[in-house]
C-alpha cells in the first residue's frame, strides 16, 4: 500500500522538526519567544489590565472573556481559546509552525502566569496607551523577526483563506476590531480610542522590531546614460548595481533600467548624483522592509546555519 502525500509530507516535516533541534536558528527562536513573550506579557499585566485596555489578536479576544467573566485568568483563557485553534487549523499549516507556536502558546501562557498581579504604575492614560504598544511591540516583533509564533490569529487567517478565499488582512481587521467595539461598548468611546491608539502602535513598532536595521532605499532609474550612471554609483557610492532589461510602453525604446539599494543616508548624495549626470532622468525610490546579500545583512545573521562553499 503506497502512502498518501499527506503522509509523506508529515514525515518530511517531523525529520524537519527533528533536525531542525540541532541548529542554533531553532534554539535562538526558543530564547526570542521567551523574551518577547515576557515583555508581552508585562505590559498586558502591568499597564493594559489596570488601565481595562485591550490588545489585539487573540490576546484581545482573551482580555474581553476575563473583562466579563473575571475568571480564571487571562493566561488561561488565552490557553483555551488556542485549542480548538489548533485542532481547527493543524491540518492546513506545516508540522514545523504547528510545532513552533504550541511551543509559544506555553511559553506565552506561562509569562501572562507568571506575570499576572504585576503593575506598572502610570496615571497618565496616553503615555500608557503608548508605552503597552511599545512593549507588546517589541515582544511580538521579537519572536516574528526570527519565523517564532506564540498561537492565534495568524492560524485563525490561513484556515480562513484557504477555506473561504478571504485574505488574511481582513481578518486581521476583523478579530482586532472585537476589542475596540467591546471596549466602546463595555465602557467608553474614550477606552476604545486608547485601546485604538495602543494597537497603533504596536502594529508600528512590531513592523520596525521586524525590519530592525536593514531597512535601505531601492532605486530605479531609467536613463540615457545607463553605463556613465552606473559607473559613478559603484565608484563614488560604492554601491552594487544591476541592469534591467525593459522596453518602453509608448517609445517602443530598448532600455536598461538601472537597479541599485543604498543606505538611507546616502539618498542625497545619489540624487545629487543623478542631478548632475542626467537631470531628464526617471528614478523610483521605495522602502526596503528588509535587505539580505551582499554588504547588507547575510543569512548567518539572520540565524541560519552557515553554508560551506
Known amino acids: 500500500m503506497t502512502k498518501s502525500p499527506r503522509i509523506d509530507s508529515v514525515m518530511f516535516e517531523l525529520k524537519e522538526i527533528t533536525n531542525s533541534l540541532k541548529t542554533w536558528r531553532f534554539w535562538r527562536t526558543i530564547i526570542a519567544i521567551i523574551i518577547g513573550s515576557f515583555i508581552f506579557s508585562i505590559s498586558i499585566n502591568g499597564i493594559i489590565i489596570p488601565h481595562k485596555f485591550y490588545s489585539g489578536g487573540v490576546s484581545g479576544i482573551s482580555l474581553v472573556i476575563y473583562y466579563l467573566v473575571g475568571w480564571p485568568s487571562v493566561g488561561v483563557i488565552y490557553f483555551l481559546i488556542n485549542i480548538p485553534i489548533f485542532i481547527l487549523g493543524g491540518r492546513q499549516i506545516s508540522v514545523y509552525f504547528v510545532f513552533i507556536s504550541m511551543i509559544g502558546v506555553f511559553i ?36 516574528l523577526r526570527v519565523g517564532g509564533s506564540a498561537g492565534g490569529v495568524d492560524i485563525i487567517a490561513t484556515v480562513i483563506k484557504k477555506k473561504l478565499a478571504i485574505p488574511m488582512g481582513t481578518t486581521f481587521i476583523i478579530v482586532d476590531a472585537i476589542p475596540i467595539t467591546t471596549a466602546a461598548v463595555l465602557f467608553n468611546l474614550e477606552t476604545a480610542l486608547y485601546t485604538a491608539i495602543c494597537m497603533y502602535v504596536h502594529s508600528v513598532v512590531v513592523e520596525k522590531v521586524q525590519t530592525g536595521f536593514s531597512q535601505r532605499k531601492a532605486v530605479f532609474v531609467i536613463s540615457n546614460f545607463p553605463d556613465l550612471i552606473a559607473e559613478k554609483v559603484m565608484k563614488q557610492l560604492d554601491r552594487g548595481v544591476t541592469f534591467f532589461h525593459s522596453s518602453g510602453g509608448f517609445s517602443k525604446d530598448e532600455r536598461r533600467v538601472i537597479y541599485t539599494v543604498i543606505h538611507m543616508k546616502e539618498l542625497g548624495r545619489l540624487k545629487k548624483l543623478l542631478f548632475d549626470t542626467d537631470p531628464d532622468a526617471f528614478v523610483a525610490i521605495s522602502n526596503t522592509a528588509e535587505v539580505i546579500g551582499r554588504r547588507f545583512l547575510s543569512w548567518e545573521d539572520e540565524g541560519f546555519s552557515s553554508r560551506t562553499k
Request: aromatic fraction near 8%; glycine fraction near 14%; hydrophobic fraction near 55%.
Open 108 to 143: 506565552l501562557t506561562f509569562a501572562l502566569e507568571t506575570t499576572s498581579g504585576m503593575v506598572i504604575p502610570m496615571k497618565e492614560n496616553m503615555l500608557a496607551a503608548v508605552f503597552a504598544g511599545v512593549l507588546t511591540g517589541v515582544g511580538t516583533g521579537m519572536y
